[in-house]
């Protein structure tokens, strides 16, 4: 079975590889189907011949009974009641006995909210044997096959310490064999709701940057460290040469992600689960619009009754936002013009060794704080950057040159990050004023050198980068090929030792990276970043090289990158965990352009993702997606400068089926005109 499962992923890889010029891919539903259509005239053909035609004379007979019993004394001394009212008087009877012939095939709510409920809004329940709408055998193999899936990914995220949906897990805990292995997500307990409970987060009098001691951070384990195939393994002594020392900490299976992706991958072209998960996808779309047909109204009231709260003072979080471009093209054009202002003789850049200041840079562009403007800037996506990922990181640079990107928006250069740190702490005091706005800004990790980490934790100390609106994302870009070109780096391995070591050698010993302990306090987690689109020439599976032998300049394919930083998230979170310390989760870009199996990657390993656009293609995909809950941070407004037109967009639609989206900015300096 195992062979056949990869037989099948490595075909649909290899068509994604060759790029073929397919009508719709195996894994997409075809909207205009043949079949679908005859499959479903005969099931209304057979529903109408099955139905019992002795019932409808005495559900009439009773309905009219009904109506003259309840009519009032005052309608019928008035003569025949208008068309209108006698429609609806004699449509609510039908329904009530309709709903006594249905009413033991209805699962209903507890009592009290079924009350509650009946009285505020109008629902739709839809009863009888067979609701869903493909043969019994096909509904059978398809709700294994969806529960099976299920399985995967909350192994994956018990074992990495990430969160999976407690209404999922709770039906999955009834449908297992044994009972599942008690998961972090169950240990942390829901915030109270109560019309008493404290809104604000609580500050410290005291900067969190401010107390750097070494001799009072947590003690020196005296743990040694060596990556081992591409995962770090922890030993209990300095010498890593002793097996027997080796630290006990879950590690993944390489053998096992590759045969749970293999079952994925043939899953999602399966065609009896793709017909099942279209149609549930449809009948979650209708249900979303029969419920605002008659509830709209009703929703509208009952949010106007909601004191002091409305669009403007509810708490919004921005999950996809880069640090580099979080602020707007008009904040960065005034930044700069102050900064010429007030700092033109500072040193700022050494080019070719000799050292310039900021009247030099701007000299050698004939340009004066007069002649900038947002246009001059240039900062601003346009029709340019569409399917051109190249056009759009060029954008990153102020009047394209990339000394000025080096000087004002990174956080490693001639002055530090003076800059960047400060146009960063004008972005969250503007967040801190309106109260109720939160960001997650990713800040970049390359994985070329092993002080990057330090450095980053030195700047965002030194300069005191915090705000309680703000929370870190550590986001690694997916450029090995870049970097083994310029012979920065010798192998892939090279590259995860320089991302996780360090952060094991902090969580070991705090006091031998002091800055990068208090920095850690602060981050959520690890982002994967790069051009989606990118043709992969290498397929991953158990012939794959391991990370120490690949040395070649083509880049490794994208489930390889989240794999392996996956696995090493993994072992760090097991050991801060172990010292009380919080941990981190996997939240990549995902699904915003090429080949769908970096979704089935996203879905088996990674918390949340951001963009998911390819689940439109996918059916079984989207399902999965819905039924797991898993985040999706999606940003309309970049699609439609790089990938997707604003008005082909499937927010709206994955709104109306239940996925769990959030929306975001991703790029304000690129996309917004305003804050």
């Known amino acids: 079975m195992d062979g056949k499962y990869k037989e099948i992923a490595e075909e649909l890889f290899c068509r994604s590889l060759a ?113 869903c709408g493909v043969p019994f055998t096909d509904l059978l193999d398809a709700a294994k ?66 107390k750097c001691d070494p001799e009072s951070m947590p003690g020196d384990l005296g743990f040694g460290l060596k990556m081992v195939n591409g995962v770090v393994h922890v030993y209990t002594k300095q010498d890593i040469t002793d097996k027997t020392t080796e630290l006990d900490l879950p590690y993944p299976d390489l053998p096992e992600f590759v045969a749970d992706m293999n079952v994925l991958m043939a899953l999602i072209i399966n065609g009896p689960i793709k017909s099942f998960c279209y149609r549930r996808l449809q009948y979650l779309s209708s249900k979303f619009q029969m419920h605002v047909l008659l509830n ?15 669009f403007y003072n509810i708490r919004k979080v921005d999950t996809h936002i880069h640090a580099s471009s979080c602020m707007n093209q008009k904040h960065l054009l005034r930044f700069i013009k102050r900064a010429m202002k007030k700092h033109l003789e500072e040193i700022v850049h050494v080019e070719k ?52 990107r080096e000087i004002f928006i990174k956080t490693d250069n001639r002055v530090s990050g003076k800059y960047f740190a400060h146009i960063i702490k004008e972005v969250m005091s503007d967040l801190e004023e309106s109260k109720y706005q939160n960001a997650e800004l990713r800040l970049s990790i390359y994985g070329r050198s092993r002080d990057e980490w330090d450095k980053l934790a030195k700047w965002a100390v030194r300069h005191k980068v915090h705000s309680n609106n703000v929370r870190w ?38 006091a031998s990276h002091p800055e990068l302990h208090l920095f850690l306090e602060h981050v959520d987690g690890f982002d994967s970043v790069d051009d989606e689109s990118k043709p992969e020439h290498h397929i991953f599976n158990l012939d794959s090289p391991l990370p120490g032998n690949w040395t070649e300049e ?5 489930s390889y990158y989240l794999y392996y930083t996956y696995a090493n998230m993994v072992v760090l979170n097991h050991l801060r965990r172990k010292r009380g310390f919080h941990t981190f989760v996997l939240r990549p870009h995902c699904g915003e352009a090429g080949p769908i199996h970096h979704l089935v990657s ?11 656009l390819l689940l439109r293609k996918a059916p079984v995909l989207q399902y999965l997606y819905y039924l797991a809950q898993i985040g999706i941070a999606m940003s309309p407004l970049s699609n439609n400068s790089l990938f997707l037109s604003y008005h082909r967009n499937p927010l709206p639609e994955y709104l109306s089926r239940g996925l769990m989206v959030s929306l975001s900015t991703d790029d304000p300096l690129q996309f917004h005109f305003t804050k």
């Open 145 to 210: 096959s969806v529960v099976k899936a299920l399985f995967i990914r909350e192994k994956y995220m018990g074992l990495s310490l990430q969160s999976f949906c407690k209404t999922t897990a709770r039906f999955l805990q009834n449908l297992s064999e044994k009972p599942l292995a008690p998961r972090m997500y169950e240990e942390i307990p829901e915030t109270p709701v109560a019309a008493d409970a404290p809104v604000h987060p609580p500050f410290a009098d005291q900067h969190p940057y401010e």
């Open 353 to 404: 060794g000799k050292e310039q200041t900021l009247k030099e840079v701007f000299e050698t562009m004939n340009l004066t704080a007069y002649d900038l403007s947002v246009d001059t800037l240039d900062v601003h996506a346009d029709r340019n950057t569409f399917h051109r990922f190249d056009k759009f990181n060029a954008k990153y640079n102020p009047i394209g040159e990339s000394v000025l």
């Open 602 to 612: 996203g879905f088996m390993l990674s918390e949340n993702i951001s963009h998911g």
């Open 473 to 510: 994302l550590v986001q690694v870009p997916r450029l090995f090929d870049v970097y083994k070109t310029k012979k920065q780096l010798a192998n892939f391995q090279e590259m995860l030792e320089n991302i996780f070591l360090p952060l094991f050698e902090a969580t070991i010993h705090p």
């Open 554 to 558: 083509d880049n490794p394919p994208y």
């Open 296 to 310: 709209e109204m009703k929703e509208l009231a009952a949010q106007k009754k909601v004191p002091h709260r409305d």
């Open 19 to 131: 790029d073929s010029e397919m009508r719709s891919a195996p894994y997409e539903f075809p909207e205009d189907s043949p079949i679908e259509q005859l499959e479903e005239r005969r099931q209304r053909l057979e529903r109408q011949i099955s139905q019992d035609v002795k019932l409808e004379p005495d559900i009439l007979l009773r309905a009219k009974q009904d109506f003259l019993k309840i009519d009032s004394a005052a309608d019928l001394h008035s003569g025949l009641l208008p068309s209108g009212r006698l429609k609806v008087r004699v449509a609510r009877v039908c329904v009530r006995l309709f709903k006594e012939q249905g009413e033991d095939l209805v699962d209903h709510l507890p009592k009290d909210r079924d009350v509650l409920l009946e009285r505020e809004f109008q629902r739709v329940t839809i009863s009888g044997e067979e609701t």
